[in-house]
């Protein structure tokens, strides 16, 4: 037998997890790490193993209890639960509406005050009946159709923000607890996340996930599911000291009571103050955690909603005011692709006009092969479209029942466009990636922007004043289609575009020049090859040495550079397997640009291991990064300045002191033609000394 002691703990216990619950769960402020949340916690278990007499049925370990139902039992609201009359005037005067029609049956006339209003969202989830009996939560209903529900208590208590008990010294008998149980976004899409990566079926919309997560009959399963509850309302009540005599006070005694309660909520008099709460609500709607439909207002005070009593089913004391929805159901009319800038192909669904959101969509977004996929949205389908805020339209699920008879073909991109519907060039889609992709890079109109800036930048071909404002013009202009063009452009061309001097047409046209003599790492990063960044394209220049044995390189001789995986492998030759790229690399090459070529790690591997050298002077036809790039290429190291270990010293015009300390130590000193004979691939001993 559990001692007076242990019995002691054990309520002590549950109260104290019970506040970190409401704390962590309602308030969203924990007050303990959650460490020490797990330690009450199985304190309490272990107490309730060893002694089970002790078990209690609002005990928090007694959350996840009952076995799979086979059925619900119906239960018979005490009191019904009413549905809402829904405002048809959407704009904000509907607000006025409803005061209007409030003040009429009230017999109010224009010189009688002001009549108090709770104004408050309408949560877009499962009406939900609480029954507390002396604080203890005895069972949980849904609305069913007013009259008679189900009784889902064991899936409710799953819940960790719905208190099992109520926290106050002075339960009423009977208190019935009315409100939606919903699903937070945030919870939705992680939810999702982890269904998805388990390869398991994902939820809808927060909405399904919340109505079907009640009606579970394994409460296992519906404890799985992240719910949220808030409370709106009362239904039976009894033996309630002090009962509150207006619906704000009872959200707010409840609060007090640990239930959920919504802080977005407001009491003011008059209409003007509805439809400020209408129009504040509506800009932030996007922003608030959850999804709503709508504002609610409620007449303030219990006296003047028991006068105004019920037409039919609906409380002529409220109003429910809708936001425009955010889903719609639709059809699709055919699946075409759009390619974006870095040249991957989004499947786009072509829609019949449906309003959503607040605006006519005609098409929404796919993602991708594997969205449309988990999806199985195909043309001809029945869709839900969804547009909330300014998030671009997405299709969210097939009405897989409304699927047209025969069956259309499961829908794959590759199929249907295996050439790029931009610039015909060939599509694939790269191992690990969900995107296809059009692989003619330099060449595809769509990706044209993208390409030339990227061809200009620093790392790359340093074309200094070839911005995104100027590619703009030239593009848009049909001046430049491809990163070849640029090397074609004249003063007079220049100094015709926008914001552009003759000064700084004439400095760019000196930048295009002087690009030209550039070296092959950057050449090759310059291309916007996929998954080839400026170490991968300095580490191919190494290893290859010239263009042409990187173009002809098979995967295999790829896979031999440092770094290189399959991916980028397969990227590199896709890239040059499209003929529309090798062409704007051979125009490139008759306009002029150039770099130099050598033998390249696979061949003179080794020529320079373990050798230091160090640059100095103006070497006559190399910049220093070409002269580093093959040094490096043949296994060597440049280093900054002299001493008895460096190898050999380049010099070129206008050499200084490390010239002469080379002449003290003693030290190799090679000229450019010297560095070339040395790395040349079939003069490989030959030295050239510099005669000084
Ligand atoms: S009050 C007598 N307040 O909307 C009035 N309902 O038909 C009873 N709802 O299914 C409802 N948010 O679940 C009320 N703040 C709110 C609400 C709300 C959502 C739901 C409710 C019911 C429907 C009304």
Not at 77 to 105: C, N, W, Y
Not at 119 to 125: S, T, V
Not at 141 to 159: C, K, Y
Not at 552 to 565: I, N, P, W
Request: proline share 5%; aromatic share 6%; glycine share 8%.
């Amino acid at each position: 037998m559990a001692s007076a002691d242990v019995l002691a703990r054990a309520t002590a216990l549950r109260r104290e997890i019970e506040q970190h619950n409401y704390a962590y769960y309602v308030l969203d402020q924990p007050t303990i790490p959650d460490a020490e949340y797990d330690w009450l916690f199985r304190e309490l278990q272990a107490l309730e193993t060893e002694y089970p007499e002790l078990i209690t049925p609002d005990s928090p370990t007694q959350r996840v209890g009952g076995k799979p139902l086979d059925g619900f039992a119906q239960v018979r609201h005490a009191v019904p639960m009413l549905s809402i009359r829904t405002e048809t005037d959407t704009e904000a005067s509907g607000a006025q509406a409803f005061d209007v029609r409030v003040r009429k049956e009230l017999g109010l006339s224009e010189a009688d005050p002001l009549v108090e209003y709770a104004a408050e969202l309408k949560f877009d989830g499962l009406a939900i009946n609480l029954r507390y009996e002396h604080g203890l939560l005895v069972q949980a209903a849904t609305r069913g159709d007013g009259e008679t529900g189900e009784d889902v208590t064991q899936n409710i208590r799953t819940l960790h923000c719905i208190p099992l008990r109520l926290q106050t010294e002075a339960p009423p008998a009977v208190l019935e607890v009315r409100g939606e149980v919903f699903m937070r976004r945030d919870d939705f899409e992680r939810y999702n996340a982890r269904q998805r990566e388990a390869g398991k079926l994902t939820l809808v919309n927060p909405r399904n996930g919340a109505a079907g997560s009640i009606r579970q009959l394994d409460p296992a399963m519906a404890a799985q599911r992240p719910l949220s509850f808030f409370a709106y309302g009362l239904g039976d009540v009894q033996g309630w000291k002090d009962a509150p005599r207006t619906h704000g006070a009872t959200l707010d005694a409840l609060a007090g009571m640990s239930i959920p309660v919504c802080s977005e909520r407001i009491i003011g008099s008059g209409a003007a103050v509805l439809v400020a709460f209408h129009d504040d609500i509506a800009a932030r709607r996007d922003s608030l955690p959850f999804d709503i439909d709508g504002v609610v207002y409620k007449v303030n005070a219990y006296d003047l909603q028991r006068e105004l009593g019920f037409l039919t089913r609906e409380p002529r004391w409220a109003v429910a005011h809708k936001y425009p929805a955010q889903e719609q159901l639709t059809t699709v009319l055919g699946i075409e692709v759009q390619v974006g800038r870095t040249g991957a192909l989004t499947p786009v669904a072509r829609l019949a006009p449906v309003f959503v959101g607040g605006v006519t969509v005609t098409n929404a977004t796919l993602h991708n092969q594997d969205e449309i996929d988990r999806k199985d949205v195909r043309v001809g389908d029945t869709v839900i479209v969804r547009r909330a805020g300014d998030v671009i339209p997405e299709v969210v699920a097939a009405v897989i029942e409304r699927r047209p008879d025969p069956e259309p073909p499961r829908f794959n991109i590759l199929e249907i466009y295996p050439v790029c519907p931009e610039c015909g060039s060939h599509v694939v889609r790269l191992e690990g990636e969900a995107a296809v992709r059009c692989t003619g890079g330099l060449v595809c109109p769509a990706q044209r922007k993208q390409a030339l800036l990227h061809f200009a930048g620093r790392r790359a071909m340093d074309i200094e004043g070839l911005g995104d404002k100027l590619v703009d013009q030239l593009v848009e202009r049909g001046l430049v289609h491809t990163p070849a063009d640029v090397y074609g452009l004249d003063l007079v061309t220049l100094a015709g575009l926008d914001r552009m001097a003759e000064k700084s047409a004439a400095n760019l046209l000196a930048a295009i020049e002087a690009s030209k003599a550039t070296t092959l790492a950057r050449f090759i990063f310059a291309l916007g090859i996929r998954n080839v960044g400026e170490t991968t394209a300095k580490d191919l220049a190494r290893h290859f040495g010239s263009l042409d044995k990187l173009i002809s390189a098979a995967e295999v001789d790829l896979l031999a550079v440092r770094d290189v995986g399959p991916i980028v492998a397969q990227s590199i030759t896709q890239f040059f397997a499209e003929p529309h790229n090798l062409d704007v690399v051979n125009s490139l090459r008759a306009a002029g640009v150039h770099w130099p070529e050598f033998a390249g790690m696979s061949q003179s591997a080794g020529i320079l291991t373990g050798q230091t050298l160090v640059l100095t002077g103006t070497l006559p036809t190399l910049t220093r990064e070409s002269a580093k790039e093959m040094i490096e290429a043949a296994g060597g190291k440049v280093a900054g300045s002299v001493s008895k270990k460096t190898a050999y010293v380049v010099a070129g015009e206008e050499a200084g002191s490390k010239l002469t300390k080379a002449q003290e130590l003693g030290v190799s000193i090679l000229d450019e033609a010297g560095l070339l004979a040395l790395l040349a691939p079939d003069n490989n001993n030959a030295q050239h000394r510099l005669d000084l």
